[in-house]
């Protein structure tokens, strides 16, 4: 048990002033504390109680008063005595307001509904009704035994009150909110002789003070449109409706949600969260200096709850708008989701956790001293003493150990967080190496081209002349001089942070150093003028320096991952965390995420596609991240980037089957059977997909059905929209070809197989697998493979067939370069290829394991193993197979349309390909 949770070493009346005096009152209320402290204060029967207190000849103000002095006075018993636990005390405290306003509210509504007529929305003709929000700590469900409430008063619109006699006067809906508002404080925070029920605080609405006391939905989205703030969103981030009518509380989520949630990761939310800290922390550093014995705020001070919930709230308002799960308004909840999200570690948020409760119950116990709403230990030795005590300690000075211990942790997590990483040299480089850092160059947007050429000398670089003119180009136009002062300093910063990472980079295979340096820079300035506009990425990249340095090391290494990133900036989220980027995915909860997520936005099929895109984009971009870092292999990254794929595919399935209103079955009998490269799980980055559609259903109308499903499933992965697309898809391999149908039953299919395919047909078959849909249909196809590839053939014919395919694509792909085509030219790849389904086709009826799906490298070494191959030849070619995809692989990341080398890098490996050939159409 930690020591947060350890019984209090006083009594009761000893630790509460506030529980003595009334206690001591009023004949009979020990008794009443006591009977209701046996259970649990969740899902108290307030209604009952309080009926208890009317029935006794109370109204209910007052009667209210005195249930609430009741609830805490019996939270405190509970708490003290250690049966009730942190989680009890906040959300009986939290249901009782909630209780409380409501209650109130209906009394008063009907006075003045009684005086004034029901108000009736101008536009809808409906009755109107008060929606209530609960910000703060009510809002979250986290409220204090002894805190105010931070409540919004909202009404759907404008018009007038009904008057149903003559007695009534009607007025307008905006005066009779405001003046149910003004009786709704009344009734709640008058001050009688039975004390409050809540202080109240409506200084969080629309203009704070000095706006009106309600707003109209309208008045609320113009102004958090125009004038909503940063601390607003931190605000609004816990807005909770309690009353109101449920489409009116929808309509005014819909509002407050874009305010609260960017659509984008807002990374500029850390400096003014952290701006709002500042400010926090001055005042209470002032008051401090004014009052030192008020010091120890465990609410505002450092290290203390404001820090934690800062902690939590940053991640949500950076993230909220894209994931759903971060938009709990609790504070420990979502920290447990940032451990889900691997945002932080189970260790940190455990640490946090254990802190924010200590905090939290040291807080009560300073308010259950007095029933004040303070954050500080008190002056006197005497309440201290009495503090500590109520914490289970037995002095003040292990309390304030215990309470130093959490403040410097919390303290330590906050400032991982929100250091301010500008600080060192007026730099975005807080976290950059020490040697990086006492290089940085200190250039400005407004040096000449020679003051420019005389640092990048000085830091390194080979050809200046061309990257200062370059650079000085970039700062002079208009996309960056009419930036924003804090975009433009951020742009400027983080090129001088940049330079010189860039300037220490040597020669590589592909380029010189001076082309190497240039064409980083070049890539690097294209992609932060793409941004630019963008400040939250820009405040992502000044707050992550490590992130910089990424994003240099891979525009460095390939320039179509440098254009990938310009095109999907918001993938640099990516690279923050190094745990992503090195771990292996787990591709199970992988496919279950994303169609949760899928499902999660239903009906917005706009929204559906986007986020297909953007779940294939960070995983492609971590595998794109873990391949430029050296950490995969040839034949584990394509396997991967075909995993991804079938998710996708599957993905896509099923949520198309999901959009149609008249579908006859829930799982469709349908089955996506991969050709090609992804058949043959060979993907790479940028290949399209080459598929087969069938199905198996006997339904009237499953063949129209399916036919639409197959359409669909083309266009949302086709379509371009603002995320992208998905992939290319390429249907050529049906049955017949381009006139053939678009999905074909399965009995069809067969058919055409057995009786009609041609041989190149039966070759891609070699390559083929289910992907995706009805495994029925996948293990009928895969018999259906296996049996035509095993079929005997005449050898000769055979070798006829499969060499004239092969010199008709040759014929196709002249390359009348110098260079080595990898994929066409004789010894290249095809060729390979080419062979290996010759060898299957030619031998699999006596060696059925040839009809494997395992890739052309294994299936060399099989067939050099079954001696249908010199063995020494096949492990030759299957090297050089390897060889060529890293080439070829290499050559797309530098963004090279062809593939082709310098014959000089594949000397070895041709003559081997090319003699292998030899010897097996020879014997052939």
Same mark, same amino acid.
């Given at each position: 048990?930690?020591?947060?949770?350890?019984? =209090?070493?006083?009594?009761?009346?000893?630790?509460?002033?506030?529980?003595?005096?009334?206690?001591?009152?009023?004949?009979?209320?020990?008794? +009443?504390?006591?009977?209701?402290?046996?259970? @649990?204060?969740?899902? #108290?029967?307030?209604?009952?109680?309080?009926?208890?207190?009317?029935? =006794? !000849?109370?109204?209910?103000?007052?009667?209210?008063?005195?249930?609430?002095?009741?609830?805490?006075? #019996?939270?405190?018993?509970? &708490?003290?005595?250690?049966?009730?636990?942190?989680?009890?005390?906040?959300?009986?405290?939290?249901?009782?307001?909630?209780?409380?306003?409501?209650?109130?509210?209906?009394?008063?509504?009907?006075?003045?509904?009684?005086?004034?007529?029901?108000?009736?929305?101008?536009?809808?003709?409906?009755?109107?009704?008060?929606?209530?929000?609960?910000?703060?700590?009510?809002?979250?469900?986290?409220?204090?035994?002894?805190?105010?409430? &931070?409540?919004?008063?909202?009404?759907?619109?404008? !018009?007038? #009150?009904?008057?149903?006699?003559?007695?009534?006067?009607?007025?307008?809906?905006?005066?009779?909110?405001?003046?149910?508002?003004?009786?709704?404080?009344?009734?709640?925070? *008058?001050?009688?002789? $039975?004390?409050?029920?809540?202080?109240?605080?409506?200084?969080?609405?629309? %203009?704070?003070?000095?706006?009106?006391?309600?707003?109209?939905?309208?008045?609320?989205?113009?102004?958090?449109?125009?004038?909503?703030?940063?601390?607003?969103?931190?605000?609004?981030?816990?807005?909770?409706?309690?009353? !109101?009518?449920?489409?009116?509380?929808?309509?005014?989520?819909?509002?407050?949600?874009?305010?609260?949630?960017?659509?984008?990761?807002?990374?500029?939310?850390?400096?003014?969260?952290?701006?709002?800290?500042?400010?926090?922390?001055?005042?209470?550093?002032?008051?401090?200096?004014?009052?030192?014995?008020?010091?120890?705020?465990?609410?505002?001070?450092?290290?203390?709850?404001?820090?934690?919930?800062?902690?939590?709230?940053?991640?949500?308002?950076?993230?909220?708008?894209?994931?759903?799960?971060?938009?709990?308004?609790?504070?420990?909840?979502?920290?447990?989701?940032?451990?889900?999200?691997?945002?932080?570690?189970?260790?940190?948020?455990?640490?946090?956790?254990?802190?924010?409760?200590?905090?939290?119950?040291?807080?009560?116990?300073?308010?259950?001293?007095?029933?004040?709403?303070?954050?500080?230990?008190?002056?006197?030795?005497?309440?201290?003493?009495?503090?500590?005590?109520?914490?289970?300690?037995?002095?003040?000075?292990?309390?304030?150990?215990?309470?130093?211990?959490?403040?410097?942790?919390?303290?330590?997590?906050?400032?991982?967080?929100?250091?301010?990483?500008?600080?060192?040299?007026?730099?975005?480089?807080?976290?950059?190496?020490?040697?990086?850092?006492?290089?940085?160059?200190?250039?400005?947007?407004?040096?000449?081209?020679?003051?420019?050429?005389?640092?990048?000398?000085?830091?390194?670089?080979?050809?200046?002349?061309?990257?200062?003119?370059?650079?000085?180009?970039?700062?002079?136009?208009?996309?960056?001089?009419?930036?924003?002062?804090?975009?433009?300093?951020?742009?400027?910063?983080?090129?001088?942070?940049?330079?010189?990472?860039?300037?220490?980079?040597?020669?590589?295979? %592909?380029?010189?150093? =001076?082309?190497?340096?240039? %064409?980083?820079?070049?890539?690097?300035?294209?992609?932060?003028?793409?941004?630019?506009?963008?400040?939250?990425?820009?405040?992502?990249?000044? *707050?992550?320096?490590?992130?910089?340095?990424?994003?240099?090391?891979?525009?460095?290494?390939?320039?179509?991952?440098?254009?990938?990133?310009?095109?999907?900036?918001?993938?640099?989220?990516?690279?923050?965390?190094?745990?992503?980027?090195?771990?292996?995915?787990?591709?199970?909860?992988?496919? +279950?995420?994303?169609?949760?997520?899928?499902?999660?936005?239903?009906?917005?099929?706009?929204?559906?596609?986007?986020?297909?895109?953007?779940?294939?984009?960070? +995983?492609?971009?971590?595998?794109?991240?873990?391949?430029?870092?050296?950490?995969?292999?040839?034949?584990?990254?394509?396997?991967?980037?075909?995993?991804?794929?079938?998710?996708?595919?599957?993905?896509?399935?099923?949520?198309?089957?999901?959009?149609?209103? %008249?579908?006859?079955?829930?799982?469709?009998?349908?089955?996506?059977?991969?050709?090609?490269?992804?058949?043959?799980?060979?993907?790479?980055?940028?290949?399209?997909?080459?598929?087969?559609?069938?199905?198996?259903?006997?339904?009237?109308?499953?063949?129209?059905?399916?036919?639409?499903?197959?359409?669909?499933?083309?266009?949302?992965?086709?379509?371009?929209?603002?995320?992208?697309?998905?992939?290319?898809?390429?249907?050529?391999?049906?049955?017949?070809?381009?006139?053939?149908?678009?999905?074909?039953?399965?009995? #069809?299919?067969?058919?055409?197989?057995?009786?009609?395919?041609?041989?190149?047909?039966?070759?891609?078959?070699?390559?083929?697998?289910?992907?995706?849909?009805? @495994?029925?249909?996948?293990?009928?196809?895969?018999?259906?493979?296996?049996?035509?590839?095993?079929?005997?053939?005449?050898?000769?014919?055979?070798?006829?067939?499969?060499?004239?395919?092969?010199?008709?694509?040759?014929?196709?792909?002249?390359?009348?370069?110098?260079?080595?085509?990898?994929?066409?030219?004789?010894?290249?790849?095809?060729?390979?290829?080419?062979?290996?389904?010759?060898?299957?086709?030619?031998?699999?009826?006596?060696?059925?394991?040839?009809?494997? $799906?395992?890739?052309?490298?294994?299936?060399?070494?099989?067939?050099?193993?079954?001696?249908?191959?010199?063995?020494?030849?096949?492990?030759?070619?299957?090297?050089?197979?390897?060889?060529?995809?890293?080439? +070829?692989?290499?050559?797309?990341?530098?963004?090279?349309?062809?593939?082709?080398?310098?014959?000089?890098?594949?000397?070895?490996?041709?003559?081997?390909?090319?003699?292998?050939?030899?010897?097996?159409? =020879?014997?052939?």
């Amino acid at each position: 048990m930690s020591i947060a949770a350890t019984h =209090s070493l006083i009594s009761t009346s000893a630790a509460s002033h506030f529980y003595t005096r009334w206690i001591n009152a009023e004949g009979g209320r020990e008794e +009443q504390v006591s009977a209701l402290a046996q259970l @649990s204060l969740t899902n #108290t029967p307030f209604a009952r109680l309080l009926q208890n207190e009317i029935d =006794s !000849g109370m109204p209910l103000p007052r009667a209210m008063r005195r249930l609430r002095n009741l609830i805490v006075c #019996t939270l405190i018993a509970r &708490d003290l005595s250690g049966l009730a636990n942190l989680e009890e005390v906040v959300s009986t405290m939290s249901e009782f307001a909630d209780f409380a306003v409501k209650t109130h509210l209906t009394s008063i509504m009907e006075e003045m509904v009684a005086l004034h007529g029901t108000p009736i929305g101008q536009e809808s003709g409906l009755p109107q009704e008060l929606i209530i929000l609960g910000m703060g700590k009510l809002g979250g469900g986290e409220l204090n035994v002894s805190s105010d409430i &931070d409540l919004i008063f909202v009404y759907a619109e404008d !018009g007038d #009150t009904l008057a149903d006699n003559a007695e009534q006067r009607s007025m307008s809906n905006h005066e009779f909110f405001v003046r149910l508002g003004k009786k709704l404080i009344n009734a709640i925070s *008058e001050i009688t002789q $039975d004390g409050f029920t809540f202080r109240v605080d409506m200084a969080l609405r629309p %203009n704070g003070a000095s706006g009106p006391l309600v707003a109209s939905l309208n008045m609320v989205e113009t102004y958090l449109v125009t004038q909503g703030r940063e601390w607003e969103r931190y605000a609004w981030c816990k807005a909770r409706a309690m009353t !109101g009518r449920a489409e009116d509380i929808t309509a005014l989520e819909n509002i407050s949600r874009p305010f609260v949630f960017r659509r984008y990761l807002d990374y500029g939310t850390i400096d003014a969260m952290r701006l709002m800290h500042r400010q926090i922390r001055a005042e209470v550093t002032r008051q401090e200096t004014l009052h030192p014995d008020r010091n120890n705020n465990v609410k505002l001070g450092r290290g203390g709850i404001r820090e934690i919930e800062f902690l939590a709230q940053v991640f949500q308002l950076i993230r909220g708008g894209r994931e759903q799960d971060l938009r709990d308004r609790s504070t420990r909840k979502t920290l447990r989701t940032l451990v889900e999200k691997n945002l932080l570690t189970a260790e940190v948020v455990d640490q946090l956790l254990e802190a924010y409760d200590f905090l939290r119950n040291l807080e009560h116990r300073l308010q259950y001293l007095d029933d004040a709403q303070t954050h500080t230990l008190p002056t006197n030795d005497g309440d201290r003493l009495i503090i500590a005590q109520a914490m289970g300690f037995v002095d003040v000075e292990t309390l304030l150990g215990e309470l130093e211990k959490r403040r410097v942790l919390v303290a330590a997590q906050f400032d991982a967080i929100f250091s301010d990483k500008q600080d060192k040299n007026n730099s975005p480089g807080g976290d950059v190496k020490s040697e990086d850092q006492s290089a940085l160059c200190g250039l400005s947007d407004r040096d000449s081209v020679d003051v420019i050429e005389s640092v990048l000398t000085s830091l390194g670089f080979s050809d200046v002349a061309d990257n200062a003119r370059r650079l000085a180009s970039t700062w002079q136009s208009g996309r960056i001089q009419n930036l924003p002062e804090i975009s433009r300093n951020r742009f400027t910063a983080l090129i001088n942070v940049a330079l010189p990472i860039i300037g220490t980079l040597s020669e590589s295979r %592909n380029n010189t150093q =001076s082309a190497t340096q240039r %064409n980083t820079l070049a890539r690097l300035l294209d992609f932060l003028e793409t941004i630019a506009r963008r400040a939250a990425y820009l405040a992502l990249l000044t *707050e992550y320096p490590s992130t910089l340095h990424r994003v240099i090391r891979m525009m460095g290494a390939s320039d179509w991952a440098a254009k990938f990133l310009t095109m999907h900036p918001i993938l640099l989220d990516e690279l923050l965390d190094d745990r992503s980027l090195n771990a292996d995915a787990d591709w199970p909860q992988f496919a +279950q995420d994303c169609q949760r997520q899928m499902d999660e936005v239903a009906g917005d099929t706009e929204r559906q596609l986007d986020l297909l895109r953007e779940l294939h984009h960070a +995983q492609l971009f971590r595998l794109l991240a873990q391949d430029l870092e050296g950490k995969l292999s040839v034949e584990v990254l394509s396997d991967y980037l075909s995993l991804l794929a079938d998710i996708l595919v599957d993905t896509t399935i099923q949520s198309v089957w999901k959009t149609f209103p %008249n579908r006859h079955r829930d799982v469709p009998k349908f089955a996506v059977i991969a050709y090609g490269k992804l058949g043959g799980k060979e993907l790479s980055y940028a290949s399209d997909l080459d598929v087969v559609f069938l199905y198996e259903d006997d339904d009237q109308e499953a063949p129209p059905l399916y036919a639409k499903l197959a359409q669909r499933f083309i266009t949302w992965m086709t379509s371009h929209t603002s995320a992208g697309i998905l992939f290319d898809i390429d249907i050529a391999l049906r049955p017949d070809g381009a006139s053939g149908l678009l999905v074909s039953t399965f009995a #069809t299919f067969e058919k055409y197989q057995r009786n009609s395919a041609w041989l190149w047909e039966h070759q891609a078959l070699t390559r083929a697998r289910f992907c995706s849909g009805d @495994s029925a249909i996948g293990e009928r196809f895969e018999a259906l493979r296996v049996d035509v590839l095993r079929q005997v053939r005449d050898p000769l014919k055979l070798e006829q067939e499969v060499r004239a395919m092969r010199q008709k694509m040759r014929d196709a792909n002249r390359n009348r370069s110098d260079l080595f085509d990898l994929k066409h030219d004789e010894g290249g790849m095809i060729d390979i290829e080419f062979l290996v389904q010759f060898l299957i086709l030619r031998n699999a009826a006596l060696h059925p394991e040839l009809t494997a $799906d395992i890739g052309n490298i294994a299936l060399l070494k099989l067939c050099g193993e079954l001696g249908l191959i010199d063995t020494a030849l096949a492990n030759e070619a299957a090297n050089a197979y390897r060889h060529y995809r890293k080439l +070829q692989h290499q050559r797309r990341l530098q963004g090279d349309e062809r593939a082709r080398v310098s014959p000089d890098w594949v000397a070895a490996e041709v003559p081997a390909v090319k003699e292998l050939l030899a010897s097996v159409f =020879s014997d052939a």
